[in-house]
């Protein structure tokens, strides 16, 4: 597959997620830290939501965590997706306190259940643009 044939939506990086895609593309996962009072929080945003504060720092997590629900997608949202059906989205407890989102791979549903541990992976959707993926620790 060239960058051109990916045929999914993707994400458009803005100024409070440049530092994260550029992250995935390097293969870690940043985490934005609160400079002011500590809180990490994830999904990437300009403000924190502990104390306000518009001040952080990129903080490299440990990319491992464990799987706090998930759905089997058995329909397409995006014909991009038709091949793939049906896949697992999970949504992951990660050690550093937050939850993040993204699609398991290599495994089936007979493994899912609460608690599962998972790490993340990271999948070159483009030359330009890399996204995270869990598969099972």
């Known amino acids: 597959m060239n960058a051109y044939d990916y045929g999914k939506p993707t994400p458009d990086p803005t100024a409070d997620t440049q530092a994260y895609w550029d992250g995935m593309k390097q293969g870690k996962l940043l985490l934005?830290?609160?400079?002011?009072?500590?809180?990490?929080?994830?999904?990437?945003?300009p403000v924190c939501p502990a104390c306000y504060s518009m001040e952080h720092r990129w903080t490299?997590?440990?990319?491992?965590?464990?799987?706090?629900?998930?759905?089997?997608?058995?329909?397409?949202?995006?014909?991009?997706?038709?091949?793939?059906?049906?896949?697992?989205?999970?949504?992951?407890?990660?050690?550093?306190g937050v939850r993040m989102q993204a699609q398991l791979?290599?495994?089936?549903?007979?493994?899912?259940?609460?608690g599962l541990p998972v790490r993340i992976a990271f999948e070159a959707a483009t030359k330009d643009l890399t996204l995270p993926v869990f598969v099972v620790a």
Not at 35 to 40: A, K, L, P, Q
Not at 66 to 90: C, D, M, Q, R
Not at 105 to 114: T, W
């Open 60 to 96: 490299e997590a440990k990319g491992t965590g464990t799987v706090h629900s998930w759905t089997i997608s058995h329909h397409a949202f995006h014909p991009g997706f038709k091949g793939e059906l049906p896949y697992i989205l999970v949504t992951v407890d990660l050690a550093e």
């Open 32 to 45: 934005q830290t609160c400079s002011d009072c500590g809180t990490i929080r994830h999904y990437p945003r």
């Open 105 to 114: 791979k290599g495994a089936d549903a007979s493994v899912l259940k609460v």
